[in-house]
């Protein structure tokens, strides 16, 4: 079967995979054959299978920011990304004692096997797989992900790479930029050995790192060489800005899985997927065809969710005993369920951390129900610009109004079934910025009796107007000071 990709024939044999069918029920029997899929697909008969309570913390979990913590250990050196300008999100492991692997910043071999892999993306082989048919299975799971995008890498300048550790023993993913735009994903052979869709919405993560846009991963704490946001010259180094952990989970279901698995007949899922959620997509779509996706995306998110570890620095008996469910770290006790609806504590745009996991479905569930897609390269004359990617005052990276104002046409907002939820984006959050001030970083003003400036990056509430209690200074720029005497 020839694929849409250059040069590129699979000549793949049919392989029958078969795992243990436990845990949820609904995911104890894996779809049929799906016509017009690619043969990875096709032959999957596990997609499903396998109880997620002991397969590891998940892809995402794993995934670039890793298993869903984002510390890494790594038997390797320790990265260099912060002396050499490279940047990394890492996913570890999220079962106790598993980690992702921090980037050595070193080459790993070349690939070497039988699968047909693209040479439009450089893939390069930490180790050996335990045989081609494990290999084939990672490999197949990820490369139609990487070719979906390929048009955007292009248009940036940018070069996809993957590299697998098959010693790496969890579902550990990450995703890093290196200078030279080279847009990586990093994966630990452990996730060869998870349903097929997971290993592919973990995948659409880390890309979800790579050019899902605002709001940023870290806010300022992705940081240039001089320890500040990244100028104009380190941000054309890289190409991007690495997004949130929560925007690579909306982009994931959003953006990449429906692009990757557009094509392909989804209608077996229509019997998989939870009633409740079933009914999220119906009221959304009304084309079959649509449906059908948009259940395919959400039995996968509930299976990837379900999968994951919890974070929580406190026990059960703790959050029960003080009455603490209202705080995100009690509420990731929590499994994810269909019906699952996550709190919100405060307003806030969470930039640095993970969600919980309650919130990760429900992040998931509104992506696969926004219907408003980033502009492809072919459709605005062979460009492509991250969403909210732009410059502001302070530099590349940075969660301000301008980002946020760029980014916004490419998302749901609002309202709609399909906007963020306020479990970590909150539309109304205020962010620094001088769009439309008049301001530069650092200046300000005072006019009829009240204050106001840009607001820094790392705060908001003090762009003002901020009423002055004795009144402006004389010179304009500010509330007048109290006496000194």
């Known amino acids: 079967m020839t694929h849409s990709r250059r040069n590129a024939i699979y000549t793949i044999p049919t392989i029958i995979f078969a795992l243990a069918a436990c845990g949820d029920p609904t995911l104890a029997g894996d779809p049929a054959p799906r016509p017009g899929a690619s043969p990875h697909q096709a032959a999957q008969t596990d997609g499903w299978g396998g109880d997620a309570t002991d397969s590891g913390s998940g892809s995402d979990g794993a995934e670039s920011s890793g298993s869903e913590s984002a510390a890494s250990e790594s038997p390797a050196s320790e990265s260099p990304a912060s002396e050499s300008g490279e940047t990394q999100t890492d996913d570890a492991s999220d079962r106790p004692g598993e980690s992702g692997e921090s980037d050595t910043g070193g080459e790993p071999p070349p690939a070497g096997g039988a699968y047909d892999w693209t040479d439009e993306v450089e893939l390069f082989e930490d180790g050996v797989a335990p045989d081609e048919a494990t290999r084939t299975r990672l490999l197949g799971a990820l490369e139609p992900m990487f070719l979906a995008y390929l048009d955007e890498a292009r248009a940036a300048g940018a070069t996809f790479r993957l590299v697998v550790r098959w010693d790496g023993p969890t579902e550990g993913a990450q995703a890093v930029t290196r200078p030279g735009r080279i847009w990586e994903v990093i994966v630990e052979g452990g996730l060869a050995h998870t349903p097929i869709d997971r290993i592919t919405l973990v995948g659409c993560h880390e890309m979800g790192h790579l050019i899902g846009g605002f709001p940023f991963l870290g806010g300022v704490e992705i940081i240039g060489s001089d320890g500040g946001p990244r100028t104009a010259e380190e941000h054309a180094l890289i190409g991007t800005s690495e997004g949130a952990e929560g925007q690579a989970d909306y982009f994931a279901t959003k953006e990449c899985l429906p692009r990757t698995w557009g094509n392909d007949d989804n209608s077996p899922y229509e019997a998989l997927v939870a009633p409740e959620l079933k009914t999220r997509c119906d009221a959304v779509y009304g084309d079959p065809t649509a449906r059908q996706l948009c259940y395919r995306i959400l039995v996968s998110s509930l299976d990837k969710t379900q999968s994951t570890y919890s974070r929580s620095i406190f026990t059960w008996d703790e959050c029960e005993a003080e009455g603490m469910w209202d705080l995100p770290e009690c509420e990731d006790l929590i499994d994810p369920s269909p019906t699952s609806s996550p709190r919100v504590v405060e307003p806030k745009i969470l930039t640095f951390g993970y969600p919980t996991r309650i919130c990760r479905l429900e992040t998931y569930v509104r992506g696969a129900l926004c219907p408003i897609k980033y502009p ?42 399909g906007a963020r939820p306020a479990c970590w984006y909150n539309e109304d959050v205020a962010l620094p910025g001088c769009e439309g001030t008049g301001l530069q970083p650092g200046e300000s003003v005072c006019e009829d009796g009240a204050s106001r400036n840009c607001g820094t990056p790392l705060r908001a509430d003090d762009r003002g107007p901020t009423p002055c209690r004795r009144g402006c200074n004389a010179e304009g720029t500010g509330c007048m000071l109290p006496p000194t005497d």
């Open 376 to 417: 492809r390269p072919l459709e605005t004359g062979g460009s492509f610009v991250v969403p909210g990617d732009v410059e502001t005052p302070w530099g590349y990276g940075i969660v301000t109004e301008e980002s946020r104002s760029a980014a916004a046409p490419h998302a749901c907002q609002g309202d709609h079934p």
